[in-house]
């Protein structure tokens, strides 16, 4: 693995559904992020975690979840898919959290919830 | 409140220059960022800005006015493989990135 991988590509959910995104990056970073991507949009944060073991709510994270057991892994899951969760989730990571700390950013899954 | 705007579309023509500016109002500020997005694809880090004034990497530069809140992104002897979306951020008081809805630029030959 190199940098940040996301699984699956893409998906297609019945409404109603639990789905969960995976999230995996081998860069020791610490902090890792979930966004979604709508057309005519810019990237809104869902839900961050600055460390292993602590979680936090951004911009946009009514019915989504996350946790962070390790410093690898951040899934992201939908408890009940609806047809607004529609979209293209980025998973991201940062060496930390503050000034200069750059995004990593992996290539994404379309989601898209009938 | 905080928001952050930019062009939705522009169109260059290849070997010119494209000035791509980005405006932003926010109470806290920690630097400003600049990314490339290719269709279908992730978006990729080109350029950060914390202190006024341009940075320039090869054929990009960024500039920032803090004072303005103002930022533009120039990109110079445009290529094919530069169209693209461009997107700017802001880090606000949080740490938490604040993005614009992204620029497509368009080249044409």
């Known amino acids: 693995i190199a940098g940040i991988t996301q699984a699956p590509t893409s998906q297609i959910l019945a409404a109603g559904r639990r789905m969960t995104l995976r999230c995996t990056q081998d860069?020791?970073?610490?902090?890792m992020y979930w966004y979604r991507q709508d057309l005519g949009l810019g990237l809104r944060l869902i839900h961050y975690?600055?460390?292993?073991?602590?979680?936090g709510k951004g911009e946009v994270p009514d019915g989504y979840s996350v946790s962070r057991a390790n410093t690898d892994d951040f899934p992201l899951t939908l408890a009940s898919a609806v047809p607004s969760q529609t979209s293209v989730y980025f998973c991201?990571?940062?060496?930390?959290?503050?000034?200069?700390?750059?995004?990593?950013f992996g290539p994404g899954t379309r989601l898209t919830v009938l | 409140g905080q928001n952050i705007d930019q062009p939705t579309e522009m169109t260059a023509t290849e070997g010119a220059i494209v000035q791509i500016n980005c405006t932003y109002q926010?109470?806290?500020?920690?630097?400003l960022f600049w990314y490339q997005q290719h269709a279908g694809e992730a978006p990729t880090f080109l350029s950060y800005?914390?202190l006024d004034g341009l940075e320039e990497k090869g054929r990009f530069s960024s500039f920032l006015s803090r004072s303005k809140g103002y930022s533009y992104l120039l990109l110079k002897e445009l290529q094919m493989k530069d169209s693209a979306s461009y997107l700017c951020?802001?880090?606000?008081?949080?740490?938490?990135?604040?993005w614009g809805a992204g620029t497509k630029l368009i080249i044409k030959p």
């Open positions: 860069m020791r970073h610490n902090a």
């Open positions: 975690s600055n460390t292993a073991g602590t979680t």
């Open positions: 926010t109470s806290g500020f920690n630097g």
């Open positions: 991201a990571s940062s060496t930390g959290q503050g000034p200069y700390n750059e995004q990593f």
């Open positions: 800005n914390v």
């Open positions: 951020a802001f880090m606000d008081s949080n740490y938490q990135l604040i």
